[in-house]
């Protein structure tokens, strides 16, 4: 699977951006996508995963501010991101896994990545 993510920019807090991601490969439908975003000084992070059995799962602090959708006949994977905040300033990546029976967290759990797409949130 290779991904290419857009979207970043920059935003006032309270603001919204809109994330995309477009895969290829013939395994993106078993595949668990999700996107991690990564600070200034900081360690890769997850955000939210949408699974290939369609359970989603977020990450707390973005719960109902961020929502993350994918579309499997177009290879996609999207993320909607309101009420921005200062703190969600970081380097947003798409990733995605080969099959998994559990969902994971974990950076190290997802094997392709996009090449990263910056959203920067002043107050």
């Known amino acids: 699977v290779q991904l290419q993510a857009s979207g970043g920019g920059l935003v006032q807090a309270g603001g919204s951006l809109r994330l995309s991601c477009a895969a290829s490969g013939r395994t993106f439908s078993s595949s668990d996508t999700a996107w991690f975003r990564q600070a200034p000084g900081k360690g890769r992070e997850f955000v939210a995963v949408a699974r290939r059995t369609g359970d989603i799962y977020y990450e707390d602090s973005v719960k109902g501010r961020f929502t993350i959708s994918r579309n499997n006949a177009v290879q996609t994977i999207d993320l909607q991101m309101n009420n921005l905040k200062p703190e969600d300033t970081a380097v947003y990546y798409c990733?995605?896994?080969?099959?998994?029976?559990?969902?994971?967290?974990?950076?190290?759990?997802?094997?392709?990545w996009g090449q990263g797409t910056q959203v920067t949130v002043s107050s």
């Open positions: 990733a995605a896994s080969s099959w998994r029976y559990r969902m994971s967290s974990a950076p190290g759990a997802y094997d392709y």
